[in-house]
């Protein structure tokens, strides 16, 4: 089955303008808050249609990933009474990789903390925040594969599919949120270096704030904003 592609009317987000000033960091917003809430609603309603009957484990890979197994749980659990979604029954349960050095995929995967539960028999869920080269999943895929689970589907929030290796291409996502650019981005569990996990959007990491380039591009950003406003207000 091909993958569930929720809100593809915003893959890219590049009519979002502007720049968003963290901490010194320059952000540029690309999925917003209210477009992330749409797609993981979405997500859900794919998932149960899959699960209804059953009783599923929705893993999440940590760390990022968490934030946005979380939103899945929630509305799996609310339920929909305008769709007539009941709330689904599941469990939940978190496996840690890591391949990541700061802002650099590495090819080395160790394993940081394996699942507390038992999987054998039980349909599996994966939920992970961004699929790019495709080796952590796969690698995520083989281990999970050896403790005999019925079935094993993933989900991603994003999927920047234009960075996937060869060797990872005919990987399957079975749900998918946005598909995006080769970008390095942030926010909504997706961190660099630890910071902007909170954010509750997405946006492109453009670096320190104090960068020259960056400070022009800061620039050009309120001198654009400045000209829409003289334009509204010259229309009105």
Request: glycine share 8%.
């Amino acid at each position: 089955m091909g993958a569930v592609e929720a809100g593809l009317e915003t893959r890219y987000g590049e009519r979002h303008d502007g720049l968003v000033n963290v901490d010194r960091h320059l952000i540029r917003p690309m999925i917003s808050e209210e477009e992330i809430r749409a797609t993981v609603h979405h997500l859900a309603e794919d998932i149960y249609r899959r699960y209804d009957g059953q009783r599923p484990v929705l893993v999440a890979v940590l760390n990022g990933a968490r934030t946005f197994r979380d939103a899945l749980a929630d509305d799996l659990r609310t339920g929909d009474s305008a769709t007539g979604r009941n709330p689904m029954v599941f469990d939940t349960d978190e496996l840690h990789v890591s391949s990541y050095d700061g802002q650099v995929s590495t090819h080395s995967l160790t394993l940081r903390q394996d699942l507390a539960r038992g999987i054998s028999n039980r349909p599996v869920i994966v939920a992970e925040d961004i699929i790019d080269t495709g080796g952590t999943l796969a690698w995520i895929k083989n281990h999970l594969a050896t403790k005999g689970p019925q079935s094993l589907a993933f989900c991603v929030l994003l999927d920047k599919f234009e960075r996937r290796e060869a060797e990872f291409a005919d990987f399957a996502v079975d749900f998918r949120g946005f598909m995006i650019k080769n970008k390095f981005v942030v926010g909504y569990g997706l961190d660099c270096d630890g910071l902007f996990r909170e954010l509750p959007f997405i946006g492109e990491y453009m670096g320190s704030a104090s960068d020259w380039k960056n400070i022009l591009r800061l620039l050009a950003s309120y001198l654009n904003l400045f000209q829409k406003r003289t334009d509204v207000g010259r229309a009105g």
